[in-house]
Every structure is written in C-alpha cells, then in structure tokens.
C-alpha cells in the first residue's frame, strides 16, 4: 500500500521495483530464444558465473542493449557443448543465439539468465560474414589484386605480423633460424592481436605500420597458431581483407588451420596452412635457387670445358697446317729458298745484276752472284 505525506501518495524505491519485478515475471513466464552480440563475456573464475553484456548493432550503431547472466553450471555445461562443436571456448565479440528468461532485481535491475547457447547458430552467423565478405571483394574487383603483386624469388627482408609469445610464431623463427648463416634472412616483428574483439583493428594498424616504411621488405606475412573457426572470425572481417587486398606488398599468410579457409587467406598473395610451412616455403626458393647456381656453375664449368678441347682441336689443326709449310718440310721436297740480304726472294724482279744471292738446299746452301737477268 502507498504511503502519504504531505497529502501526496508515494511508494518506496524497494516498493516500485518489486512492482515491476512481479509485473515482468508475470508477463515472461516461460524462456525464448534471442539473437544478440556478446561484446564482454565478463566471466569470473573464482565464482564460475558469468555476467555477459549483449548489445544488438544496426550499421555498426548500438541500438539495444543489456546485461545477462550465466550461472556456474550452466556456464560450465555450454561452454563443453561450444567447445566441443565450434573447436572453441565462448568469448567476446560473437553473435550468439542464446535461451534465456527475463530476470529482475530491485538491487541489480533487468537482465537475461541465459540457459543455453546454439553453437551451431555462431558457426552459421561466421559462414554468413564470410560469404558476405567474399562478395563485397568480388564485386569490388579486388580479389586478385594482392595475388598479382609479383613475388620476389628471395623474401630476404619480411616484415611479420603476429605475437612474440605465440608458438605460431616461435615455430616460424626456429625455422629460419636455422637457415639464417646461410641465406641471412632479415625479419621485423610487428606485434597485433590475432583474435578477439579489438583483432581487426589491431591488425591494420600493424600493416599501417609497416606501409610507411615498405620499401624496407619484400613482403609481410600473417602468422599465428592453430585455432578453431571462431578464433578465425576476425580474418574474415570485410575492412581487414581489403586492408590486405590494397597492400602495395605481398601479404603471405600462415594462420594455423587446415580447414574453412579464412577470407585474408584467400586473397593474400599465397598462404600456407601454418606458419611452419609457410617458413618451408620461404626456405625452399632459397634452396632451388642454391641449386640452380649450383647447376649453371656445373654447365659453365661443362661448357667451358668442352670449348677448350674444341679449341685444342682447332690449334692442333693449325699446328699441322704450320708444319706443313715450314720451310724446312719445303726443303725436303725438293724446294730451294733464295735469299737476298736475308730476305726471301719472291720475284726475279727483285734481282739486279751484280746482286749477292743465297740459295738454300735441304742438304746445304749456295752463294752467287747475279750476272744476267732473263725473262721468258
């Protein structure tokens, strides 16, 4: 009943909202499904509750919002049931279908106890972005343009876009580590989120980064561990992929799935399934053209070798043809060799009288002195 003071009619605050607490119990008697966006998980370890916090977006604007709650057993037996389905735990930034009931209290207000949540709607709500984003490149006419950048045939300098502490990470550098006396391999790390709610932003900031001082490196690469397809969903993200689309460098990918190609990963420049075989790669046209000097060293070496055996051949040829006329092998023939102050005599009219000559034989030689000239 109302209390009256100064002949006004009034209820207390406790009053009021017990009220409406027994009006919205009364009026939601039974659960309903409800489509939403959980922006902050909120969960507490040392309770196990969970105090979500779920908005609802129209062109990126929030247009609804309110708090939910998950108590300790419900958490724990719908986050088995996500993981299990999704390879993923519930965390922020997920559009999610959830089964819930209106709660109200005079102390902490309206919100939604959750009951369940449809792995299965997520899953669908992340294939839905990520065909939407596939159309938007297409009919953009940018799906190729990142692939069309040409590839050098040594990524000598790469920049890299990841965490310093993921293993995805770890795995890549041990790799080039290896390799680095051999082929000196530069690489700059380029720290970003690479999942949750603030990824996309942070990952194009990184490679925003990194095109103010591109003409460093030859390429950038996206490298992360092994995730489900939740964990995945920021690469699927419309502004990131055309982010990477526009990217004046090739963007190689190694994001740690084999399965449910991300849309980042289709347009980037190549990719491989993880940030190991994307090292492999690299490091493999470091070796294939190792060995194609190897074999033009080889073939030069092959080359040069049987041209000198052909030009043996030819100067011994030359050697024969030079013996053949030496003077000494005219001799033997029956040939003599006049001389005129020690140059040969080619022509009687070279000759005067009086003129001292020398005539060689091959048993000796003869001097005499010209006396008389006579032609034919």
Not at 48 to 74: C, F, M
Not at 237 to 256: A, E, H, Q, S
Not at 300 to 317: D, F, G, P, S
Request: with cysteine.
């Amino acid at each position: 009943m109302p209390k009256e003071e100064n002949g006004i009619k009034y209820f207390s605050l406790l009053e009021a909202l017990s009220s409406i607490q027994r009006t919205i119990l009364n009026r939601y008697t039974s659960c309903f499904w409800v489509k939403a966006e959980m922006i902050k998980l909120n969960h507490y370890v040392h309770s196990g509750h969970s105090y979500p916090d779920l908005v609802e977006k129209q062109e990126n604007k929030i247009v609804a919002q309110t708090r939910a709650l998950i108590w300790k057993d419900d958490f724990e037996r719908i986050n088995r049931k996500f993981i299990s389905i999704t390879k993923e735990p519930i965390k922020d930034g997920i559009t999610i279908l959830l089964y819930c009931r209106v709660q109200f209290d005079a102390l902490y207000g309206l919100s939604l106890r959750i009951i369940d949540i449809d792995p299965l709607f997520s899953l669908g709500e992340l294939e839905k972005q990520r065909l939407e984003t596939i159309k938007k490149i297409k009919d953009e006419n940018l799906w190729d343009k990142n692939k069309q950048l040409p590839l050098p045939m040594l990524i000598k300098r790469i920049a890299i876009v990841s965490v310093q502490t993921s293993k995805g990470y770890s795995d890549f550098m041990n790799i080039i580590a290896q390799e680095d006396q051999r082929y000196k391999i530069f690489t700059m790390l380029f720290p970003s989120l690479l999942q949750g709610d603030n990824a996309v932003e942070s990952l194009i900031s990184a490679l925003d980064t990194i095109e103010l001082v591109k003409e460093h490196f030859d390429a950038v690469l996206i490298i992360r561990g092994g995730g489900g397809d939740i964990g995945l969903s920021c690469y699927n993200n419309y502004d990131l992929v055309k982010r990477i689309t526009m990217f004046p460098l090739p963007i190689l990918t190694g994001i740690g799935h084999s399965t449910n190609e991300t849309v980042s990963e289709m347009v980037s420049n190549k990719t491989a399934i993880t940030p190991t075989d994307l090292a492999d790669f690299i490091i493999s046209r470091f070796k294939a053209f190792d060995q194609t000097l190897q074999d033009l060293k080889q073939k030069l070496i092959m080359n040069a070798n049987i041209r000198l055996e052909k030009e043996n051949q030819v100067l011994q040829q030359y050697k024969q043809i030079l013996q053949l006329l030496d003077p000494k092998n005219l001799l033997k023939r029956g040939y003599s060799i006049t001389y005129l102050n020690d140059k040969i005599v080619k022509s009687y009219s070279e000759l005067k009288e009086g003129d001292k000559i020398t005539t060689l034989f091959q048993e000796g030689k003869a001097i005499s002195i010209v006396e008389d000239i006579k032609t034919e």
